[in-house]
């Protein structure tokens, strides 16, 4: 199931700098994407959300762009921090309530 | 602030056995939801659940597994008959409507 793809297994950035990490998806079906934060022995922790009525969605340091045309989303963070060092997942519905989620994506803050 | 609680927090049990993988939801949570996740995989989702039924579930829900609210705070995950292949972490999650999930610590299930 490919539906929700995370191309990047991992990103590796400077405390202080802003991270991208970057989603696609190929079902147009999908209406509502969220980003979440997932710690070792942990459940996966809610970040942001975005509807697919919007284009982008600020929450503090996090920031998620969508562009539906492209059928890709981003999330920035700005700036960050050592604290961040998790695994990203981005995930979508449409229609239902079930989230497909993509594979991760490990960041690493360097200090 | 409110979370989502599971126990137990690592379940070790013998092909073929019966698990009861437990949940607590948020409170005032109406959507309830189980996944899972195989070491080294993607998170899938099993099944949902609104009021007092089944919603949608997926195609590894097969009648091996079961879910249940049996009062008005616990949800419940039950594989009848453990294969080797049920090993992963389980998450329960809960929703107040058609937004964001939030997820419990989760269950690993190890089955030997």
């Known amino acids: 199931d490919q539906q929700v793809k995370q191309n990047s297994p991992s990103l590796s950035v400077q405390e202080g700098r802003i991270s991208i990490l970057n989603c696609d998806y190929t079902n147009s079906m999908f209406d509502y994407f969220l980003w979440y934060k997932k710690y070792p022995a942990e459940g996966p922790t809610f970040l942001i959300s975005?509807?697919?009525?919007?284009d982008k969605n600020e929450d503090g340091r996090f920031t998620v762009f969508l562009n539906k045309s492209a059928k890709h989303l981003s999330l920035h963070i700005v700036p960050s921090q050592p604290g961040d060092s998790a695994v990203y997942f981005c995930a979508a519905s449409g229609g239902g309530n079930k989230l497909v989620f993509g594979a991760g994506t490990i960041l690493r803050v360097k200090s | 602030e409110p979370e989502v609680t599971q126990t137990p927090s690592h379940q070790v049990t013998q092909m073929g056995q019966e698990v009861i993988l437990r949940c607590v939801p948020i409170?005032?949570?109406?959507?309830f939801y189980w996944y899972r996740q195989i070491l080294g995989q993607k998170v899938e989702f099993l099944v949902s659940f609104y009021n007092n039924e089944i919603s949608e579930k997926s195609e590894i829900f097969d009648d091996q597994f079961s879910v249940e609210r049996p009062d008005g705070s616990n949800f419940t995950l039950k594989i009848r008959s453990t294969k080797l292949e049920d090993s992963a972490m389980y998450f329960c999650?809960?929703?107040?409507?058609?937004?964001?999930?939030?997820f419990g610590p989760g269950t690993r299930l190890t089955v030997l």
């Open positions: 409170s005032n949570h109406l959507y």
């Open positions: 975005i509807s697919s009525i919007k």
């Open positions: 999650a809960s929703s107040g409507g058609v937004d964001e999930q939030f």
